[in-house]
């Protein structure tokens, strides 16, 4: 069965700094990877997904993420962030090739960026 | 662009009460969810349905039963609401065509209060 797990519920940071959210998953057939950003209020937007290739990927608003097959890791960085980024950001998975179409998601981590 | 509209931001009902919440998709996909979410819990999926009239339970169905009827339209069904399903709650779609990997599409999400 597949899994994803964000350790850290909530990451405060301040604002230019650099930032890496971790997301970690468990699957025993290859994957696609997906981060969403959901601001306060709001539904989930796509910010980035891996599905082959590169293992990294550049996503919206300056985030990139790096697979990592060895780590089964999809960790996620911004170089310097800004107050607007506060939001919570979901790691999500999905089955290659697999019979379901669900994706499997991460508790979620609060960003929190203080000026 | 992918529109995922629910039907109401906003919601107070009573226990006991039946509750309905609509959600309406504008891009033919096929596959359409109903997400619950909770602080600390992430999304926990209800129910999904990958055609018309078709459905299947997610993790947590207890409580809550769906209607499609329509492809573009899923609906969410709280037959007697209880203060336990005081809840954030997210619809999705996403299409079964190749090349798409599952990608999920969120509306904004309705905040239902149940007193």
Same mark, same amino acid.
């Given at each position: 069965?597949?899994?994803?797990?964000? !350790?850290?519920?909530?990451?405060? %940071?301040?604002?230019?700094?650099?930032? /890496?959210?971790?997301? #970690?998953? @468990?699957?025993?057939?290859?994957?696609?990877?997906?981060?969403?950003?959901?601001?306060?209020?709001?539904?989930?937007?796509?910010?980035?997904?891996? !599905?082959?290739?590169?293992?990294l %990927?550049?996503g919206?608003?300056?985030? /990139?993420?790096?697979? #990592?097959? @060895?780590?089964?890791?999809?960790?996620?960085?911004?170089?310097?962030?800004?107050?607007s980024?506060?939001?919570?950001?979901?790691?999500?998975?999905?089955?290659?090739?697999?019979?379901?179409?669900?994706?499997?998601?991460?508790?979620?981590?609060?960003?929190?960026?203080?000026? | 662009?992918?529109?995922?509209?629910?039907?109401?931001?906003?919601?107070?009902?009573?226990?006991?009460?039946?509750?309905?919440l609509?959600?309406?998709?504008?891009?033919?996909?096929?596959?359409?969810?109903?997400?619950?979410?909770?602080?600390?819990?992430?999304?926990?999926?209800?129910?999904?349905?990958?055609?018309?009239?078709?459905?299947?339970?997610?993790?947590?169905?207890?409580?809550?039963?769906?209607?499609?009827?329509?492809?573009?339209?899923?609906?969410?069904?709280?037959?007697?609401?209880s203060?336990?399903?005081?809840?954030?709650?997210?619809?999705?779609?996403?299409?079964?065509?190749?090349?798409?990997?599952?990608e999920?599409?969120?509306?904004?999400?309705?905040?239902?209060?149940?007193?």
């Amino acid at each position: 069965a597949q899994s994803v797990t964000q !350790l850290d519920s909530q990451v405060p %940071v301040f604002e230019e700094a650099p930032v /890496e959210l971790r997301c #970690n998953y @468990s699957s025993s057939v290859s994957v696609y990877l997906f981060w969403y950003v959901q601001y306060p209020n709001q539904g989930l937007q796509l910010l980035l997904k891996y !599905l082959s290739g590169s293992t990294l %990927v550049k996503g919206i608003n300056g985030f /990139e993420a790096e697979f #990592n097959k @060895s780590q089964t890791s999809f960790h996620l960085r911004k170089p310097s962030v800004h107050i607007s980024d506060t939001a919570e950001y979901f790691c999500a998975v999905s089955h290659y090739g697999g019979a379901t179409n669900k994706l499997i998601f991460g508790t979620g981590t609060l960003l929190a960026v203080q000026p | 662009d992918v529109k995922v509209t629910q039907s109401s931001r906003y919601l107070v009902k009573r226990t006991g009460e039946k509750v309905f919440l609509e959600c309406v998709q504008d891009m033919d996909h096929e596959n359409m969810f109903w997400y619950r979410q909770d602080p600390g819990l992430g999304l926990r999926l209800i129910y999904f349905s990958y055609d018309v009239k078709m459905k299947e339970k997610g993790d947590i169905p207890e409580g809550y039963s769906v209607s499609r009827e329509k492809k573009e339209r899923f609906s969410l069904i709280l037959e007697s609401a209880s203060t336990n399903q005081t809840s954030m709650y997210l619809c999705a779609s996403s299409s079964l065509l190749a090349g798409t990997y599952n990608e999920q599409f969120f509306g904004p999400g309705t905040r239902l209060t149940v007193l």
